[in-house]
């Protein structure tokens, strides 16, 4: 059989449900539905990821296969690029119209037609490799994968369970091992003897105070983290005292069931099943553990939130302050990057008094990554924990050949280097992070409530709200989505509540992951922020 027939089987075999086609749409993080839905989408980005790969001479692109904080029905599937990150944005407009093909025939012609377009040679070879998190219909949408790389003749790597950062991670080391700019081993092995040297390195003649408490969501962080710890010094050794919570992959269901970052995030609570006690440092990861976010309950039992926005400003102030103790404070341009869901008091503190500068970027790791590649070291997050520090080539080649001048330098240089290493430079990992936030505790003898001191957060509350056509909502070019292009009305109705506060900040933007919009509010007071969200809630509905 010839491609064409081949790629058709394989269509025919995965059909997409009628009503849906014409709907699908590659989004902030790939396709996300209802799992029972997503079959030939799947197969079709199978077919894409080998077109990808292809038009890159043979260079491997990865699938991942995962939902993240979204409910266990849903799943979702998104494209990675040979260094790690996320697929580059012209070809996500090619994603959506393959999911879109209405026949197995109009298919084989969209992708002909892709190949011509794109000047593909078919004949190239195509590698990709894939992962998926623990939800119960990932081997399934991974069969429909397989059938398409198969009919495209791609070879390919099945990384089986892994975290979505741990799949970027392979992707990059795939491509550039044995080149100078090799990344790591391409192993799950690989991956924890990194992070563990890591860790080891930068927290020389430094011990961690107290445990650290993790909820991996009952997703695949929980395994994973396991593992990782294995590879790290035990806490007799000055190592962490990791106590994992909600583990348990075994049970589909239970998958960011009142538990996980998105949870702690959104609803500005510990999970209830947390038995922490005051002042434990407590942290959540996300299903597929590129989310994280640390909180702690203070001395009156009030829960204390240490978000994307936290994680950030505490990483850029610690680099920053590494950087200048290393003799290399203006070799090194350090700058953060945010959406327009960070808090405003993290925005001004790291303007006023870390005195860097800061881009707001779109929703979307993607804008945020790339905005952070302008700086030598680019610290970005959002605000729900999403987030890592990228350090430029140059960046990298000044901290690995500095020569230091006294131990002080030396040392610092030395923990600059060994972060280098912990922070996973393709994408947002919970691991990463987290293990990078307890380095910086630790470094500087701060207990949550000290890491919380920096600056107050202005009241804010995120709610979402169903509506009947999320895109019907467009946003304006050149504001960071803080303003709506359509319905002019609404954002005209909006403009005139968010007036009525004081201090009120208030947007409107469709989501890119569920048929929603979200509605983000900060106001003086936390009765106010919720007065105002629920204002605008009602104006968007
Ligand atoms: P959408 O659904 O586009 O708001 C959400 C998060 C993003 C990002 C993606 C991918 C918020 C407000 N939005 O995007 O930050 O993480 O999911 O997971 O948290
Ligand atoms: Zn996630």
């Known amino acids: 059989m010839g491609y064409e027939d081949e790629i058709k089987a394989g269509s025919a075999k995965h059909a997409p449900p009628a009503d849906l086609v014409g709907k699908f749409q590659y989004g902030t993080a790939g396709f996300r539905m209802k799992a029972k839905d997503l079959d030939a989408v799947v197969y079709r980005v199978g077919l894409l990821a080998a077109l990808r790969s292809k038009k890159l001479n043979g260079q491997t692109v990865g699938v991942m296969i995962t939902a993240s904080h979204n409910p ?41 037609n892709l190949a011509k377009n794109l000047r593909i040679n078919l004949d190239a070879p195509a590698k990709v490799i894939y992962a998926r998190d623990t939800r119960a219909s990932g081997s399934r949408l991974v069969g429909c994968l397989q059938d398409a790389l198969s009919a495209t003749g791609a070879q390919y790597t099945d990384f089986k369970l892994a975290t979505t950062p741990q799949l970027h991670y392979y992707v990059r080391c795939t491509n550039t091992k044995g080149t100078q700019d090799e990344y790591g081993e391409p192993t799950e092995k690989g991956y924890y003897e990194k ?29 994973k983290l396991r593992e990782l710890v294995k590879y790290l010094p035990t806490a007799a050794e000055g190592g962490i005292d990791i106590k994992i919570v909600n583990d348990d992959v075994h049970k589909p269901d239970t998958l960011n069931s009142s538990c996980g970052a998105d ?41 204390r939130l240490l978000d994307g926005d936290r994680i950030a400003t505490l990483a850029a102030s610690f680099i920053g302050d590494l950087a200048r103790q290393a ?8 700058g953060v990057v945010q959406t327009a869901y960070a808090n405003g008091a993290a925005t001004m503190y790291v ?11 779109p929703t979307g790791v993607k804008h945020l990554h790339h905005a952070a590649t302008r700086f030598d070291v680019g610290v970005y997050f959002e605000a729900n924990g999403h987030g890592t520090v990228v350090f430029s080539p140059s960046a990298l080649k000044t901290i690995h050949t500095c020569q230091p001048e006294s131990p002080a330098q030396a040392d ?9 290493d912990l922070i996973n430079q393709t994408v947002g990992d919970a691991l990463s992070d987290m293990l990078l936030v307890e380095v910086i505790l630790a470094h500087k003898h701060y207990r949550c409530a000290d890491w919380l001191s920096s600056y107050t957060d202005l009241p804010n509350r995120l709610l979402k709200v169903e509506v009947p056509d999320r895109n019907q909502f ?39 992951t569920e048929n929603a919009v979200r509605v983000y509010a900060e106001a003086n007071t936390r009765a106010e922020a919720d007065d105002l969200a629920a204002n605008v809630a009602a104006i968007v509905k």
């Open 412 to 420: 610092a240089l030395s923990t600059l280097g060994a972060l280098t």
């Open 263 to 303: 949870y702690v995030k959104v609803n500005q609570r510990a999970p209830p099943s947390s038995k922490a006690g005051a002042n434990d440092r407590c942290c959540s990861l996300d299903g597929d553990a590129d989310r994280i976010v640390f909180y702690f309950l203070d001395e009156k039992n009030t829960f």
């Open 327 to 334: 003799g290399l404070g203006d070799k090194l341009n350090v």
């Open 72 to 112: 266990p029905e849903d799943n979702g599937v998104k494209l990675v690029d040979p260094m790690g990150e996320m697929l580059e944005s012209s070809w996500e407009a090619y994603a959506t119209s393959l999911a879109n093909a209405d026949s197995d025939q109009q298919l084989v012609d969209w992708y002909n």
């Open 351 to 361: 303007e006023n008094n870390l005195k860097l500068p800061v881009i707001c970027t």
């Open 474 to 512: 467009q946003t304006q070019e050149g504001t960071a989505e803080r303003k709506l292009a359509q319905p002019q009305r609404i954002q005209d109705e909006i403009d005139k509540m968010v007036a009525k506060f004081s201090n009120g900040r208030s947007f409107a933007r469709a989501s890119g």
């Open 195 to 223: 992070l563990g040297a890591a860790f080891k390195q930068a927290m020389e003649h430094h011990k961690t105070s107290g445990g650290l408490v993790v909820d991996c969501a009952n997703g695949v962080g929980g395994p």
